[in-house]
């Protein structure tokens, strides 16, 4: 049985989760949440970077991606930092939904899972 790794848990969440050749991210936001929407989308596209360094896999690995938008106003400034993140590499699935996030300041959050 292959084994379950987790990292950077607590008693409520844990950050990264590895099965099987797969990382799990959870959901990334933005550090700031007093920056725009170019701003915190940056921030959570560092985290994700860093969070799948941490589990030794990265961007060109992505399978899929979540995309939690508080305003739909804010796609196109969301999509060109994110496209230009994503610039190089063969571009994962993707899914875009308008939510309210859990703090009423984050403009955005992203869940990914990737190849290792």
Request: zero cysteines; proline letters at 3%; charged letters at 20%.
């Amino acid at each position: 049985m292959t084994e379950i790794i987790k990292l950077d848990s607590n008693e409520t969440i844990t950050e990264i989760a590895i099965y099987n050749g797969v990382v799990y991210l959870a959901g990334q936001v933005p550090d700031d949440d007093s920056l725009d929407i170019v701003g915190q989308t940056r921030e959570v596209l560092a985290n994700i970077d860093k969070a799948l360094a941490k589990a030794g896999t990265d961007k060109s690995r992505l399978l899929t991606a979540q995309v939690f938008i508080k305003n739909l106003d804010d796609f196109d400034k969301f999509n060109a930092e994110y496209t230009a993140w994503i610039a190089g590499n063969v571009p994962p699935t993707r899914a875009t939904v308008q939510a309210n996030l859990v703090n009423p300041n984050w403009l955005i959050e992203i869940v990914v899972t990737a190849a290792v």
